[in-house]
């Protein structure tokens, strides 16, 4: 019998999403919400204290965002007090920190300047670091092991000029002829931490044995052959060291590649798990940072401004808006402390799904929320931060904010492919070839005994979430059925992507409401609220465009945009300059 550990997406199945895909609201895995340790919390709250003071007396943000760059002196101020080594463990110079934690403190350094934030969440979540819970015990682990105790900064280098999502990597490794080491060619582009990584996990199409595998090389950015061709100018985030990077003929001893028996990484017990629990630190952190300063910056923008000489938040609508910022960082916080308290190495690959889930949740809540506080504080005017302070006003950075949170929903993937993929392996995984339990949805299900402290109304949201997961799984069991080849039906990308986000506000719904639950003595209860009716709101519409009978002709309008001159009347009254 093989002892090679399950795929992640099997583990996954077992906990709260997974169970969800498969039409069962599972709230007796939820209704305890996962409180973080005391002692833990203790430990977090020390190193986030120690960082803002660190970062009041070394962090000028305004200064990186118009040099565009992080000084030299600061990345080395940071490694030698260990905030590259959060994670890592104590016996190799880190701090020890949990998930939890390491995702607390990155939030907090993001808080204060995004760019560094950022280089600390690419090195703890994608960088040498992160995955070596993933190499077996042997040399190359050894090797790893010694690298971050040497204190090296990381990062991932697997996006390629051809694309983020191919399947086959166009970086190659070929065996060397005394089969001592591979030969890496290739490119890589928008590498974070690139132009600064001592060490790099590189992704290569490895043809050996007359068959090709995507695999995993450990290179040291001091070997001959390797180059930092460009560092990229981003929309936002600047400073934040991203680049494309070139490796020609660049030699990497045998050992330093990471043994896997699939035929492409993402296979790999663990890694895809890994990956993901990067992007919560990468995005999710950088979400929630951004939408609490703008809850901030709202509350403080209220105090003081008046209209017609009424306070502005005395106004209906001004009161609706900050409540829903308010009820979305509620609901964003709740799903991250769901995907990550308590969670280890080992229980990784079932919070998999949520993980995965949590990239497009927050990336979108912050896109609302920023859009919706650059609206709210308008009266303030359509300005940078710098024209803010030239004449008096306060300063708040809001344009930087706005540019910076689009960034988050294409990082990790564009926000639309996302959902599909997540669609295609999560929830249609369970329906094909068929579905085991098919039977249990034949008929609706029995209403969830609730004995949790919920408000009449938060009661009925959760009601109405089981009757929606019901309904979600069903026809997932109807499309199955009706498209027995799954390409077929996963070539209607749309359909894949609407059921994702259906998904996703179930899923975030049940976590907000149990956080609520958990927090009987504030006003969660009322967040909760204000959250699940905007959340129904927006499946409704989701259910309207899937249930749709007739569309319109998408695939007309674009063949006759993109092959021929038909519909150039479009363009008129322009000059276009080639």
Known sequence: MSHEPLHPATRSREGFLGQLFAGKL????????????????????AVIAEVEQFLREHVDPDAIERAGRIPPELREALRSRGYYKLQVERELGGRGLSMLNTFRVIEAVMSVCLPVGYTLAIH?????????????????????????????????????????SVRRASTTAVPTEDGTAYVLNGEKVFIGNGSIADLLNVTATLQEDGREQISLFFVETSSPGFHVRAEHGLMGLRGLPIAALSFD??????????????????????LEPLSALGR????????????????????????????????????????????????????????A??????????????????????????????????????????????????????????????????????????????????????AREGLFSLYYPS?????????????????????????DHLQHTAREVHRLAKRSLDLSRRYADPGVLYARQ???????????????????????????KTHAEALADVYCTAARYRMEDLWRQLDADAEPDFAGVSERWLSGDTLDFLLSDILMRR
């Open 26 to 45: 599972r709230w007796d895995l939820v209704r305890a919400f996962p409180e973080q340790a005391p002692e833990e919390r203790r430990q977090g709250d």
């Open 124 to 164: 703890s979540g994608l960088g040498a670091g992160a995955i070596i819970e993933a190499v077996q015990d042997g040399p190359l682990k050894d090797y790893v092991r010694g690298r971050v105790a040497d204190g090296v900064i990381s990062g991932w280098a697997d996006t390629e000029p051809i694309g983020a």
């Open 249 to 270: 003929n660049v030699r990497v001893p045998k050992e330093r590649m990471l043994a896997m028996s699939q035929e492409h990484w993402r296979n790999t017990p663990l």
């Open 280 to 335: 919560m630190y990468i995005i999710v952190a950088a979400s929630l940072a951004l939408s609490k300063k703008c809850l901030h910056w709202s509350r403080d923008f209220l105090h003081r401004r008046l209209a017609q000489g009424r306070r502005l938040g005395d106004f209906d609508e001004i009161q609706r808006q900050v409540s829903a910022t308010a009820a979305e960082v509620f609901a964003m916080e709740s799903v």
């Open 337 to 422: 402390r769901w995907s990550l308290t308590g969670v280890t190495a080992d229980t990784l690959p079932l919070r998999w799904f949520e993980q995965v889930a949590a990239k497009n949740i927050a990336s979108l809540t912050c896109a609302r929320i920023t859009d919706r506080t650059m609206s709210l504080l308008a009266a303030e005017g359509y300005e940078t931060s710098e024209s803010k302070a030239a004449r008096g006003a306060a300063p708040i950075p809001l344009e930087r904010t706005l540019r910076d949170a689009r960034a988050f929903r294409v990082a990790g993937g564009v926000d639309f492919l996302v959902d599909h993929k997540a």
């Open 435 to 459: 579905a085991a339990h098919a039977a249990e949805l034949e008929s609706p299900p029995a209403p969830l005994p609730v004995k949790e402290h919920l408000s009449p109304r938060n009661r």
């Open 494 to 520: 749309r359909t894949l992507i609407l059921m994702n986000q259906l998904c996703n506000e179930l899923f975030t719904m049940s976590v907000t409401l149990a956080h609520a639950s958990s927090l009987a």
